[in-house]
């Protein structure tokens, strides 16, 4: 199989760290990358992990372990406009699935 | 650049009607993909196309049909349109193989509403 599992819901406050996991199934798996929409709009790349350990952009950071068919999303100072919806996907033959996708809320 | 257009925007069908639609980039992308998303189901891969000429089945293929007959341009078409349809659409595209860090570019989406 194919697929991805993420939690539904994450709720931080401003100024925190906040992690969201994703695990997978390891069927033709190349790497595991992370996307943001707002509000229903056009889901946007984030960062992408093909090989073990921690890739950083700025605030965000992600993480991937092969062995453990698991990697996470870390958001540090969170930002009110952090608050997002946030995918994992991952890729193998040309496909990319994503997860069912984490609504987070960040609260003042 | 424009990036990914995708028309028309907004639409309602009745059940049974068909529809094609339209996805267009140009970056020179050789993969292109649609997906549909409802609420509290993520992305689903309906069918994508890793080159002009060639498509595929994704995960929820049924009732929908594609073409891909120039490189720029990726067709969704329903034949006969279901309730069930009702959903916004996302194309995307992207440059190489998922190897490589080769980012998926989504276009604004269609929201489609089959009475």
Same mark, same amino acid.
């Not at chain 1, 969201?20 to 199934?25: K, L, M, S, V």
């Not at chain 1, 707002?38 to 992990?49: E, K, Q, R």
């Not at chain 2, 993520?42 to 929820?60: D, F, P």
């Given at each position: 199989?194919?697929?991805?599992? +993420?939690? *539904?819901? #994450? !709720?931080? #406050?401003?100024?925190?760290? #906040?992690?969201?996991?994703? !695990?997978?199934? !390891? *069927? =033709?798996?190349? &790497?595991? *990358?992370?996307? +943001? +929409?707002?509000? =229903? &709009?056009?889901?946007?790349?984030?960062?992408?992990?093909?090989?073990?350990?921690?890739?950083?952009? =700025?605030?965000?950071?992600?993480?991937?372990?092969?062995?453990? *068919?698991?990697g996470y999303l870390l958001l540090q100072e969170l930002q009110m406009k952090d608050s997002a919806s946030y995918f994992c996907a991952r890729g193998g033959g040309g496909k990319l699935i994503f997860g069912q996708g984490t609504e987070l809320s960040v609260k003042p | 650049n424009a990036g990914v257009t995708q028309t028309p925007k907004f639409r309602v069908l009745k059940?049974?009607?068909?529809?094609?639609?339209l996805c267009a980039q140009d970056m020179n992308h050789e993969y292109m993909y649609w997906y549909r998303q409802d609420p509290g189901m993520?992305?689903?891969?309906i069918h994508y196309s890793v080159g002009e000429g060639t498509t595929a089945k994704g995960e929820v293929p049924?009732?929908?049909?594609?073409?891909?007959?120039?490189?720029?341009?990726?067709?969704?078409?329903?034949e006969s349109a279901a309730p069930s349809q009702t959903s916004v659409y996302f194309c995307a595209s992207r440059s190489t193989d998922f190897k490589k860090n080769s980012p998926l570019h989504f276009g604004n989406g269609t929201r489609l509403t089959v009475t």
């Amino acid at each position: 199989g194919q697929s991805l599992e +993420q939690p *539904s819901e #994450v !709720t931080a #406050v401003e100024g925190a760290i #906040v992690q969201i996991n994703c !695990t997978y199934q !390891t *069927s =033709g798996f190349y &790497g595991l *990358s992370w996307y +943001q +929409q707002h509000d =229903g &709009g056009a889901p946007t790349f984030l960062s992408y992990n093909a090989l073990d350990g921690l890739e950083e952009t =700025g605030r965000f950071s992600s993480f991937l372990s092969r062995s453990d *068919s698991y990697g996470y999303l870390l958001l540090q100072e969170l930002q009110m406009k952090d608050s997002a919806s946030y995918f994992c996907a991952r890729g193998g033959g040309g496909k990319l699935i994503f997860g069912q996708g984490t609504e987070l809320s960040v609260k003042p | 650049n424009a990036g990914v257009t995708q028309t028309p925007k907004f639409r309602v069908l009745k059940t049974g009607q068909s529809m094609t639609l339209l996805c267009a980039q140009d970056m020179n992308h050789e993969y292109m993909y649609w997906y549909r998303q409802d609420p509290g189901m993520g992305l689903r891969l309906i069918h994508y196309s890793v080159g002009e000429g060639t498509t595929a089945k994704g995960e929820v293929p049924d009732g929908y049909n594609v073409s891909r007959l120039k490189k720029q341009n990726f067709l969704l078409g329903l034949e006969s349109a279901a309730p069930s349809q009702t959903s916004v659409y996302f194309c995307a595209s992207r440059s190489t193989d998922f190897k490589k860090n080769s980012p998926l570019h989504f276009g604004n989406g269609t929201r489609l509403t089959v009475t």
